[in-house]
Each structure stands twice: as structure tokens, then as C-alpha cells.
């Protein structure tokens, strides 16, 4: 499946993490969100979001997990948000048993998901952020499944409702 898409453009951080937040509160568990920029897009910022949706307390620092390569937060579901970052092949993905995770009870948030495409399951929602400037993002969000869809088309409702960012 091609995949319901909707663009949105976020002018701070805040924005980038309110959008996060929106969907975080869309997801349960085996949901997966594949997070796609450059360095400085706002794939954290989006995470810090999808946290909070996902029901971390507001006062949890939710950080790049770069270095740990995944960090474990606790929410209406469990949330682990992955780096991919610093992997070098499929083989380094494999030993690091990041895919083992895609299939716990929880949410999978997984930073450079576009180094690995192939290890990440179908079922997932891609968001591609990309820089305008120093403070705006445009943000590309492809539901990859009929579920996936679902939450896509549902957010893109719930924005026209509030305004005509979604294009």
C-alpha cells in the first residue's frame, strides 16, 4: 500500500512537539513511527512529542538515545525511541536486537529509520521532516498501513478543524 500522506509545516519546536503529542495520542501498542531527516529536522522534538502522547510524564527528559541506541520510557504503553544513527549495517541492526522491539507490547519511535528501511516492518507511520529555516519544519506523514492510514486521515481531520496548515 501507498499510503495516506498529509503535509504540515510547524514554525518551533513546540509546534514540532504539539504535532508529536497529537499523534503519540493516536498510537497503541505495536504501533511503529519511522523518523526520517537530517540532522537539526526535529526527529527528537517529534519524539519528546509522541512521548507525551503516549502518556511520559511531563517532567521525564525524553533524549536522542545516539549513543544507548534505545531509550525505554514508561506511559499508557511502554515508548522506545531508537537511534539508527550510529549503526553501521544490517548485521551491527541485527546484533543491537533492535528489531526485537517492533515486536514487544508498546511503541517503537526509531530515529534514521531511512538507513534500515528493510528492517522495519509494513505497519508503520513514516514522518520525513525536512528544514526550511532555522526554526520552520515541513513534515511529511504517510500512514504505510490501512491502520496507519486511519491515524493519518484522522489527524488531517482534526487539523482542518483547527486550521488550514495541512495540505
Known amino acids: 500500500m501507498n499510503g495516506e500522506c498529509v503535509t504540515t509545516t510547524t514554525g518551533s519546536a513546540e509546534e514540532t512537539i504539539a504535532l508529536g503529542r497529537r499523534v503519540g495520542r493516536a498510537l ?10 537530517r540532522l537539526g529536522s526535529g526527529k527528537t522534538w517529534f519524539a519528546k512529542g509522541l512521548a507525551l502522547g503516549l502518556g511520559v510524564p511531563d517532567g521525564v527528559v525524553v533524549t536522542s538515545p545516539s549513543f544507548a541506541l534505545v531509550n525505554e520510557y514508561e506511559g499508557r504503553v511502554p515508548f522506545y525511541h ?6 553501521e549495517s544490517k548485521d551491527a541492526f541485527v546484533a543491537a536486537g533492535l528489531e526485537e522491539f517492533f515486536y514487544e507490547d508498546g511503541v517503537v519511535a526509531m530515529e534514521w529509520a531511512d538507513l534500515f528501511p528493510e528492517m522495519l516492518p509494513e505497519h508503520r507511520i513514516e514522518v520525513r521532516l525536512e528544514v526550511v529555516d532555522e526554526t520552520t519544519r515541513r513534515m511529511f506523514l504517510t500512514g504505510r498501513s490501512n491502520r496507519a492510514a486511519e491515524i493519518i486521515r484522522a489527524l488531517s481531520m482534526e487539523e482542518e478543524g483547527r486550521s488550514k496548515e495541512w495540505r
Open 28 to 37: 497503541r501498542s505495536g504501533d511503529v513511527v519511522a523518523l526520517v531527516g
Open 82 to 87: 531508537m537511534d539508527a544513527y550510529r549503526l
